[in-house]
């Protein structure tokens, strides 16, 4: 399988929370990122985690990290229209954002 | 922000034919630029680190001569896909390394479509 996997869609209505989901199979995996990824852009990063965190809040979104279960999560609070987009769960062992593992990313739809 | 222009966005060619795809970051010099490619349903995966005035770092299994890589500017990074052929169709990206803060900033990616 892949070393970094997510589900393929999400689809929620406005105004519910999304929660997106990845598992990841490097136990050395030093720092773990979430981006996004709107039609026609490139990828910007929204968060990303230490691997030594457990959660992390930004505004609307939370990062879980359950390292026991290499298992990231990014939860999206009063989700709107713009939320719309394709999200990629990543992970590194170095310092710094140089050699990324990618998921597959999972699209997001958000339906009015 | 910066901003990394990635062109063109979309190609189809025929079987045979070599593809050029360009990277550019417009506002801040890059000595590291990243290639990706994505198969339907498969992850984005890191195929090539691209080093300005020196050979790039292929990962495993992606062959060399295949994905020619130049990084001859500051600037720009080029992904020549030589003899293209139906199974290299796929979803291309680049990422350029801002160095003064270490941060990743992506092309927004070429679909090719090898026919």
């Known amino acids: 399988g892949e070393d970094v996997e997510q589900s393929l869609f999400l689809s929620v209505r406005e105004g519910d929370s999304s929660v997106i989901n990845c598992t990841y199979t490097?136990?050395?995996?030093?720092?773990l990122y979430w981006y996004k990824q709107e039609p026609g852009a490139g990828l910007q990063l929204l968060t990303y985690i230490f691997s030594n965190m457990d959660m992390k809040q930004d505004q609307r979104l939370t990062v879980l990290l359950n390292k026991k279960d290499k298992h990231l999560s990014l939860r999206i609070a009063d989700t709107q229209t713009g939320d719309s987009a394709i999200y990629f769960c990543a992970e590194s062992k170095k310092t710094g954002f140089q050699k990324l593992v990618f998921g597959t990313g999972t699209r997001l739809l958000v339906s009015p | 922000g910066a901003v990394v222009s990635q062109h063109p966005s979309r190609v189809i060619c025929k079987s045979g034919t070599s593809v050029k795809i360009e990277c550019r970051s417009l506002?801040?010099?890059?000595?590291?630029m990243f290639w990706y490619r994505q198969f339907p349903k498969k992850s984005l995966m890191l195929m090539a680190t691209?080093?300005?005035?020196?050979?790039?770092?292929?990962e495993q299994g992606v062959e060399k001569d295949k994905f020619l890589i130049n990084h001859a500017s500051l600037t720009l990074s080029t992904l020549t896909v030589t003899s293209a052929h139906p199974e290299d169709s796929s979803f291309y990206i680049c990422?350029?390394?801002?160095?003064?803060?270490?941060?990743?900033?992506f092309g927004s990616g070429t679909q090719l479509s090898v026919l």
């Open positions: 691209s080093n300005e005035g020196s050979k790039a770092t292929y």
């Open positions: 506002d801040f010099q890059a000595t590291t």
């Open positions: 490097d136990s050395s995996s030093t720092y």
């Open positions: 990422s350029a390394l801002f160095s003064r803060n270490e941060k990743l900033f």
